[in-house]
Every structure is written in C-alpha cells, then in structure tokens.
C-alpha cells in the first residue's frame, strides 16, 4: 500500500487550519503565512475559520490520523505501508504514532541508499518521480489531499489497470466526524470507517465527468475499446 501525506508547513499555514502545538504552533503558523503571504488572510473576506475548515473536510490529515482510519478500515501492523511525501511538518512528532501503528513503514529514505539519493538532493521534482514509481505499482493507493500528485497518479493508475486500481480517497468531512467525537468507542469507529472504505470501493470504475481532469479520469477518452465490447 502507498499512501501520500501532504503536511508540509507550507501547507499547514495555507490551510489555517490549527492542530495541538498549542500557542506555538499558532504564533508559528502565522508568522509562515505572513512571511509567504503579506496578510492576505487577514484581509476582510479572506479570514478562515479553523474549526469550520475542518468541518468542511478542508484541513489536512495529520499522519496519526492516516493511521487510525487504515487501522479502523482493517490494515494491520502487518500491512506493508510505503509513505510518499515532501518534508512533513514536525516528523519526529506525528510520524512517531505512524511508524507504531504500521512498523513495515517505508520511505524513500529508508529504502534506498544515501549515496543512491545523494544524485536527487536539491530536486524536489525528481525526489517526486521516486515516490511517484512506487505508488504507480502499489496495490492500494490512498489519498486524501488535492493536488497534481495524487491526481495524476489517480489517472495513470486507473489508465495501467483499465479503471481497477484500488484507491481510497475518503471523504474528509465524514472522518472528522468521527476524530472530533470524544465519545467514540473504538468498535463504533472502525464500523464508520469501514463504511468510508466500503463507499470507495463500490464506485467501480470511475468515468470523468465534462470538467473533470482527463489525466485524473482517462476513461473513456484515453482507453482502447476491443471488438466485442
């Protein structure tokens, strides 16, 4: 299984969202997004909501959170889990509860060599290519941030596998439901998202829609028809 994880601070400031660094965290975040930005999210119209973002299913995923709706979908710690990422925002401390969870986690650093990497230092675009080899092939693809990554990889493994590859793109506003619910005993999560699991597997192979991306959905467009069918 491959899954991409899009936390990089850069993209945590963007979103505005807030997670549990606390005041730290916050005086950081606003700080990147006004080094990145000049204020534009202090402008009127422009200011986020944090906790009405996430409701909307808009904040990103932290990696522990990845982790418990795999664990909840039933992948165990015997599950192969190859994460594709850029550099997420404070690793040490939400990768740790990833790591415990699925102990087979691989990267491309933990994968190749050093001295193998050492030619794709200083190049996101190609360290990009080496993750993106690696989910192409995956059994299972799971993604649940936006972007041309996933989306290209979306398209080009529904194109390798005639519309059957099996990805998991859950719905973001129905997990929050469940995280955010204090309540929530373990049996009562691992049926919602073996739901979630259950909606993504039964949409079959998706066709594109008038404005949907053809390199996300190459079918019917990109895709041969044989005689007879």
């Not at 982790?67 to 040490?92: E, H, P, Q, W």
């Not at 092939?137 to 941030?145: A, K, Y």
């Not at 972007?147 to 493994?157: I, T």
């Not at 079959?204 to 959905?217: E, H, L, M, Q, W």
Request: aromatic share 10%; net charge positive; proline share 5%.
């Amino acid at each position: 299984m491959s899954r991409c994880i899009s936390v990089s601070k850069r993209l945590v400031a963007f979103s505005c969202c807030t997670y549990d660094g606390g005041r730290k965290e916050k005086i950081e975040m606003e700080n990147a997004r006004e080094r990145s930005w000049r204020g534009k999210f202090h402008r009127p119209g422009r200011v986020i909501n944090p906790e009405a973002n996430r409701r909307d299913g808009k904040c990103p995923l932290t990696p522990l959170e990845v982790g418990m709706m795999l664990r909840g979908m039933g992948f165990d710690n015997t599950t192969f889990l190859y994460v594709a990422s850029g550099k997420i925002y404070n690793a040490a401390k939400y990768m740790a509860p990833l790591g415990q969870m699925f102990p087979l986690l691989q990267t491309k650093d933990t994968l190749a060599l050093s001295e193998e990497l050492a030619k794709f230092e200083g190049y996101s675009s190609r360290l990009a290519a080496l993750d993106y080899t690696i989910c192409v092939q995956s059994e299972v693809f799971v993604t649940t941030q936006g972007g041309n990554f996933p989306h290209f990889l979306m398209g080009h493994r529904r194109y390798l596998l005639g519309g059957n590859a099996k990805t998991i793109k859950p719905d973001k506003r129905k997990l929050v439901l469940s995280f955010d619910d204090p309540n929530i005993r373990w049996s009562r999560f691992k049926h919602h998202m073996l739901e979630i699991l259950h909606h993504s597997d039964i949409r079959g192979i998706a066709f594109r829609k008038p404005n949907d991306s053809i390199y996300t959905f190459p079918m019917p467009d990109c895709m041969c028809q044989q005689d007879g069918i």
